[in-house]
C-alpha cells in the first residue's frame, strides 16, 4: 500500500516525497482514513511505529478542506505530557504543512519557558500543541479558548496519566465543546486509559499494533567488552572508524555525559549532550541540530531520551548500561526505525557483564561479544 490510497491532498503527498516518506506504517494504513472520515479513533502502539505522522498528515489534510472557514481560535488541540514531545510534534505540523499552500499556524505551549511570548503568539492559530499544566495557565489567563476546538487529540495517554494529569486532563477536557472529533495514543492501555476512552471516545476504530519484534529484528546489536577507563578512547575509535555521522550515545547521569561530550569536543568531534541541566531553549536547538545532521554527536540521560524520535538514526552507543532491560530495549529503539536497519553498540566493562546477561535474558536476544583489547 502507498500513501497515495489514504485520501490525503496532492499537496502533502509530495511533502511525504520531499521527506522521503514511501510506505505507511500499519497504524499510519488505519489512522490516515480515518481521522480523514472524521472518526473517533484510539490507537495503541510502541514508540517508533509512525504514532504522529498517522494523526498529523490527515488533520492538515482536513484543515486544507475546511480553510475558507474562519475561527478566532484554534480548531485542533494536541495534548502531551512533555516540553520536548510539545516540541516533537509541532515539529512534524510544521514540515508536512510547508508544500500546502494555505498558512496553516502551529503552536507549541508549554511550562518552564515563560509564558508571555505563548500569550502573544496565539493569535491566529491553527493547531494547538500544549502540555496540560501550561494550557490550563493560558485558559485560567484568558488568554486562550477551547471553544473552536473541533479535533482533540490526547498523544502518550499512558505516559500522561502515569505522571500524575489525570486531573488536568479531565478538567480540559470539560472545556470542550461536546461535538468533536477525539484521538486518542497510547504505547498500552490500562485501567486509567480505559476509563478515559470510555468518557473520551464515541464508536473509535480501535487500531492496536503490535511490533516490538519486529522493530528490534532491524537492529544490528553488537557489544564490545571495554574497561571503563578505555571506554572514552574506544568510543572515539568507534565513532572516526566507522565514519558515523550521526550517533546517540548514551550515558548514566548528567555528569558522565558532559563528560563524555568535554572528551570528544577536545578531539574535534562535534558533540552536545542533553540533559535536565539544560535550559529548554538550549535543548530545542541542540535537538534541531541533531535531526537536521548538523551535529555529529548527541549523548543524552534516559529521561532526556523520550523527545529524540528520528526515523532514519543509523547508530546508538550504550556508553554505559541503563539499569533495567526495558530501557536498554527502549535506548536502542531509537533506531531501526521506518523499516531502515541501524546499528545499537554497546560497551560493556567486566563488572557490567553479569548484568548484560540478564539484559539479554529478557530481551530474548543473544547479542554478539567482542573483547575490545587490540582495537586500537
Known amino acids: 500500500m502507498s500513501f497515495t490510497s489514504l485520501g490525503l491532498s496532492p499537496a502533502l503527498l509530495k511533502a511525504l ?6 510506505v ?37 489534510n482536513n484543515l486544507q478542506k475546511s480553510f475558507g472557514v474562519k475561527n478566532r481560535h484554534a480548531n485542533v488541540l494536541v495534548l502531551v505530557p512533555t516540553r520536548e514531545l510539545a516540541e516533537q510534534v509541532k515539529d512534524v505540523f510544521l514540515t508536512f504543512s510547508m508544500q500546502v499552500p494555505e ?42 479558548h477551547l471553544s473552536s476546538i473541533e479535533t482533540f487529540v490526547l498523544d502518550e495517554a499512558d505516559k500522561m496519566l502515569n505522571l500524575g494529569f489525570k486531573e488536568e486532563v479531565n478538567r480540559i477536557i470539560s472545556l470542550l465543546p461536546e461535538k468533536r472529533q477525539n484521538i486518542l495514543l497510547s ?17 473509535p476504530l480501535v487500531i492496536e499494533i503490535k511490533e516490538e519484534e519486529a522493530s528490534l529484528d532491524l537492529i544490528n546489536q553488537l557489544a564490545y567488552i571495554v574497561s571503563d577507563e578505555k571506554k572514552g ?70 529521561l532526556m531520551a523520550r523527545g529524540i524520535d528520528i526515523n532514519f538514526l543509523p547508530f546508538v552507543i550504550n556508553y554505559e548500561l541503563p539499569r533495567s532491560p526495558k530501557d536498554y530495549i527502549h535506548r536502542i529503539g531509537r533506531t531501526g526505525r521506518a523499516d531502515t536497519a541501524g546499528d545499537a553498540i554497546s560497551l560493556v566493562s567486566q563488572a557490567e557483564l553479569h548484568h548484560f546477561e ?13 573483547d575490545s583489547a587490540g582495537l586500537i
Not at 37 to 47: G, N, Q, R, S
Not at 292 to 300: E, I
Not at 358 to 370: A, E, R, T
Open 233 to 302: 578512547p574506544f568510543l572515539r575509535y568507534l565513532i572516526n572508524h566507522h565514519q558515523m555521522k550521526q550517533v546517540l550515545v548514551f550515558a548514566s547521569s548528567v555528569h558522565q555525559a558532559d563528560a563524555i561530550v568535554n572528551k570528544l569536543l577536545k578531539n574535534k568531534i562535534n558533540a552536545l549532550a542533553i540533559h535536565s541541566k539544560k535550559s529548554q531553549g538550549a535543548r530545542t536547538d541542540i535537538l534541531h541540530d541533531f535531526k537536521s545532521g548538523k551535529l555529529r554527536v548527541l549523548v543524552a540521560t534516559d
Open 358 to 370: 540478564v539484559i539479554q535474558k529478557k530481551m530474548g536476544k543473544q547479542v554478539k561479544m567482542i
Open 17 to 22: 516525497v520531499n521527506q522521503q516518506f514511501t
Open 24 to 60: 505507511p506504517t500499519p497504524i499510519q494504513q488505519a489512522a490516515i482514513p480515518a481521522i480523514i472520515d472524521k472518526k473517533d479513533v484510539l490507537a495503541i502502539a510502541k514508540t517508533g511505529s509512525g504514532k504522529t505522522a498517522s494523526y498529523v498528515l490527515p488533520l492538515l
Open 103 to 144: 498558512s496553516i499556524k502551529t503552536l507549541a505551549v508549554y511550562g518552564g519557558v515563560s509564558i508571555n511570548p505563548q500569550m502573544m503568539a496565539l493569535q491566529g492559530i491553527n493547531v494547538l500543541v500544549a502540555t496540560p499544566g501550561r494550557l490550563l495557565e493560558l485558559v485560567d489567563a484568558n488568554a486562550v
Open 187 to 203: 504505547a498500552t492501555l490500562n485501567n486509567d486509559l480505559q476509563n478515559i476512552q470510555q468518557i473520551l471516545l464515541q464508536d
